[in-house]
Every structure is written in C-alpha cells, then in structure tokens.
C-alpha cells in the first residue's frame, strides 16, 4: 500500500470566503473529507472551543492532486461534527463533497502501534501555500484527555505550523493514515505537534469505519464492559501495569470464567483504555482520575486466545503491527520481535493448543519483554498449573542466559572501570524454586501451590527486569569510557595542529588523563574530569596564541 507522499491523490486543502486558506484535509471514498472542527469553525469566524452544531457555512474542498479537477464545495455530514471542547477534546469533522470525485478512492486509515512510529504530514502554511511535507516521530507523549498523541520533528527546521490542521499524519512505513494533526506549539524552537490517533477519530466520529482498513485493537470477546462487580486489587495491578506505574513486564492473572469479578477487571481496563471503545458515560477515564483505569491509549493490542489456535494469534498480532501475511513456517522469532509495546492475551490457557501457543506466541514475547520494556499481561481462566510452569521455566532460563551475558560484560569493562555495579546470581535460586513447585505438582495434594507459583512468577520478572536495567546500565558505562577515549584523541589532535604539542602543562594534563583511560580499571568520574580538564586547557592555549599572549 505504501505509497511516495508525492503521487497520493488524497490530500485536499480547504478554503473558506474570498480564497483564504483554512486547512488541510483528507479525501475518504469518493464524496468525503476529513478535518479537523476548529478548521470548519473558523470558516465562520468562530474561535476556540465551540458549542452546538456546525456552522450552515460551505467551504471550498481543492483537490491539489487532482489538478485537472475543479474544487468542490463542501458541508459537515450529519453525525460528522465533534467540535473542539474546553478540555481539548473532540475537533473532528467528516465533511460531504457537493460533487463526488470520480474514479477515486481516496485513503485508507489504519489503526497501528503509535509508539516511536514515522510519520509525515502534507498541509500548507502561509509560505507554502501549494502544500509542504513535515516528517515526525511519534514519542507517545499524550495531549489533552489522553485523546492526542505528540509529534516530534524528525528534521530540524521542518515543523507543523498554521495550515497543517487537518492533514494526515501517514505511517512512512506502510503508507496508511493513522491519524490527523489537529494542533501544534506556537514556538518554532519547540517544534512539537499532535495528532488525533484513527482510534480517537472513530470515538468522535463512527461513519469514518468505512474507511478503515486492517482489524480493531481488541478482539470482539473483550469489547464490552461485564456488569457487576469487579476484582479491584486485580484492578490495581491491571492499571499499574500498563500505566508504567510498576517494574513488571509480565503480569500473569488467574481471571476465572468470564463473568468473573477478576475477568470484569481485566475487561473494564481494556475497554477504559482504549481511545475507540471508551464509553462517553465512562468521562475521560484519566489516569490521575481513576487509578484503577490504564491510561488511554496505554493498551496497543488486547486478544482473546480461547478457542483460537495459536498461528491465528500469531498471524493478528503480525497483521496488527502491519507487518504482513507471515511466510508458511515458525513464527515465534517474527512475533517476539514485531510484537507491540503493549499487549493483553486473555484465556491462555483455552487455546486450542496452549503448549504451541506458549512456544510460538507467548513465549517468545515474554523472551523480550524485559529487552524491548514491554508490558504483557497473560490471562489464564484456570490454575492452568502445567502451562505456567512450561513458561516459567522458560523464562528462568533466559534469565540464566541473560546473567551470563551480562557477567561477560562485566568482566570485560572490569579491565577499564571501577565501581561497576555487582551481577546478581538469582537463576540458580529461582531453578530450585522451580524444581519445587514441580514436585509439588505431581503430588495429589500440592497445598497452595498456586500461591507459590505466582510468587516465583513474580520474582521471575522482577529479576529479569532488573537484568535488562543492569545490562542498558554496563552498556551506558562502556559508551561513556568510550566517548571519552575519542574526545581525548580528538583534543590531542586539536592541541597537534594549534602548534601546541611542546606545551608542557597541556602534556601533563594529557598523560594524566590518557593513563586513566588506557593504564588500568579507572573510575568514570575521575576520568571525565580529566578529559574535560585537558580539553579546557586545550581551548585556553589555542585562544590565548589567537591573542598573542604567552603560549
């Protein structure tokens, strides 16, 4: 689908009386367009946050891409308008052409994973009033209510500004809309915009589903609220979870049946969460409001494995995070490394092969979970002891690797560095753990087993976790040791061709610092002052020859 931004037919800039232009916008179907409310408001000289309906006022729809096509005009859509609210909420509009446009079918939306995502947008400000594209990453930064997501630009000097309301914001890999710039700082220097992601779009906006293409976030078993009560310490740990409010990576739930008070937790936050799903009766479901609801947005993909077997989950996870029909074969390594940010996988264990589901699926998620700081929460609806066990041990094992790994490191940065921080030994512990839990198992009482094995799980993840912060940590210390060798060499080749190589205080500085770095185990603090000292002298020396005083 992915196409180049400069042949797509279906950006279209907006105008309201005498020619002025308002906005940008996005050709749906062959007969609508997507904007943004503040853009049709103004249109009518309305300001701010609107109340009532839509303004009677037409706008002009230029079909920029289709030059040989006259403009349309164009009004709001009855069931299109979700004007701008006081609290930043809403400012979406679906507009209908007077005149279809023929033989087009305009774009496709597409709901995607918006975490560091690449995305480009087309609008057009006062100095480029034929359009210009702005490039941005998707930081995950969210705008007013949770609604929005942050764009940062991905070029300096290149930024969304005035004329870019309305445009959409294109995945650059896949081609597809996953959302419409809707508001941006005044400050060049701050650069920073937002876009209102599909899933929002479709809260405010329900007719725009035509035009979506790929499939929901959360599986059709999941979609709905269970009435009565719910579990509210399962609640807590849900929302903490994907709030980052915790270190886990993993959450592993018993819910129960559905029905469950346990299940009615797990299916409130999923729904609370999502930007598409939330009810309007429900408010705006803030995190700082309810600590028992996950942030909007929070949750990128939440499925429902009961009864489904595992290649089908495999292949929805890869076709959520568009990555495309998978090739006949495992696909473990494919999912583990596409898989989103964050996911939710309800009924493990009523799969209907939970062993392939725990080796092609879940396993290799959890594997990198710790690696990629992911959030996964795995729902099991029984005690589903053996299918638990299988992962914890696996995950016990990676563990093992991982502390291995890390020693490794450790004892070569120990040649370089002091004061590194210790590798902790907690696999072989935990394997005997494990080693119990397994014998207790097999006996025809095992007391409260599964009690113990939600601690082992617990402190599994909790290690593992740990492992990746100590790894990203003696990675950080290497760089750093590293960044200082090349700024040494640098400033020893700067003081070189500034004729300074003779200056005897600069060489003592010099060595100083060249033997901290080269001459054993030094500490990282001791070294940077030096590096930063010789460099400091370096700059003194060659501005005082620049002035003609003493070299």
């Not at 899933?199 to 929901?216: D, F, Q």
């Amino acid at each position: 689908m992915k196409e180049s931004h400069g042949r797509q037919p279906w950006p279209v800039r907006i105008r309201g009386d005498g020619g002025l232009i308002l906005g940008s916008g996005t050709l749906l179907g062959d007969r609508h367009v997507l904007t943004c409310a503040h853009v049709i408001d103004s249109s009518a000289g309305r300001r701010g946050a609107a109340t009532g309906g839509p303004p009677a006022t037409r706008v002009m729809v230029d079909l920029v891409r289709l030059p040989h096509l006259a403009a349309r005009s164009a009004r709001v859509t009855p069931g299109g308008w979700a004007p701008l609210d006081g609290d930043g909420h809403g400012d979406v509009a679906l507009l209908e052409l007077a005149d279809p446009v023929p033989g087009q079918q305009g774009a496709e939306l597409r709901r995607l994973p918006l975490w560091q995502q690449q995305v480009y947008a087309f609008g057009f400000p006062r100095e480029f009033s034929d359009g210009e594209t702005v490039h941005a990453v998707l930081d995950g930064q969210v705008g007013p209510g949770g609604e929005q997501v942050q764009m940062t630009p991905a070029n300096p000097g290149l930024w969304v500004r005035g004329g870019f309301s309305g445009a959409a914001a294109v995945d650059e890999r896949t081609g597809h809309v996953v959302g419409m710039v809707v508001s941006y700082y005044s400050d060049p220097a701050a650069g920073r915009s937002y876009m209102v992601p599909v899933e929002t779009i479709l809260h405010h906006a329900p007719a725009v589903a035509r035009w979506v293409v790929g499939g929901s976030s959360v599986d059709e078993e999941l979609a709905s609220l269970s009435a009565g009560h719910r579990d509210g310490p399962a609640a807590l740990r849900i929302a903490r979870l994907y709030a980052r409010r915790s270190p886990e990576n993993v959450l592993v739930i018993v819910t129960g049946r559905p029905g469950s008070t346990v299940s009615a937790a797990l299916r409130r936050a999923v729904v609370l969460s999502n930007r598409e799903l939330r009810p309007a009766s429900a408010g705006q479901a803030e995190p700082d409001g309810d600590p028992t609801v996950p942030p909007l947005g929070s949750i990128d993909l939440s499925l429902d494995a009961a009864g489904k077997p595992p290649r089908e989950l495999a292949e929805r996870i890869l076709e959520f995070v568009g990555a495309g029909e998978p090739a006949a074969g495992p696909v473990g390594d494919l999912v583990g490394a596409a898989a989103p940010r964050s996911v939710l996988i309800d009924g493990v264990d009523e799969s209907t092969d939970p062993e392939e589901l725990l080796a092609e699926v879940v396993g290799p998620i959890v594997d990198r979970a710790a690696e990629r700081d992911l959030r996964v929460l795995l729902g099991f609806r029984g005690p589903a002891i053996d299918v638990r066990l299988g992962l914890l041990a696996r995950r016990i094992a990676g563990l093992r690797a991982a502390e291995g790994l890390a020693r490794a490191h450790h004892r070569e940065l120990a040649a370089q560095l002091t004061g590194l921080p210790t590798v902790p030994a907690r696999a072989t512990r935990l394997r005997v753990r494990l080693t119990a839990l397994r014998a207790a198992a097999g006996q025809p009482d095992p007391g409260p087993l599964p009690e113990h094995l939600a601690a082992v799980e617990r402190a599994t993840d909790r290690a593992l976790h740990e492992m990746a912060e100590l790894r990203r940590r003696l990675t950080e210390l290497a760089s750093a040791h590293q960044r200082l060798r090349g700024l040494l060499d640098a400033q020893r080749a700067r003081a070189g061709a500034g004729g300074l190589t003779e200056h005897h205080e600069l060489g003592a500085s010099y060595r100083r610092a060249h033997d901290l770095l080269r001459g054993g185990p030094c500490e990282l603090a001791e070294a940077t002052a030096a590096v930063h000292g010789y460099a400091d002298q370096v700059r003194r020396a060659l501005d005082d020859r620049q002035e003609g005083g003493p070299s």
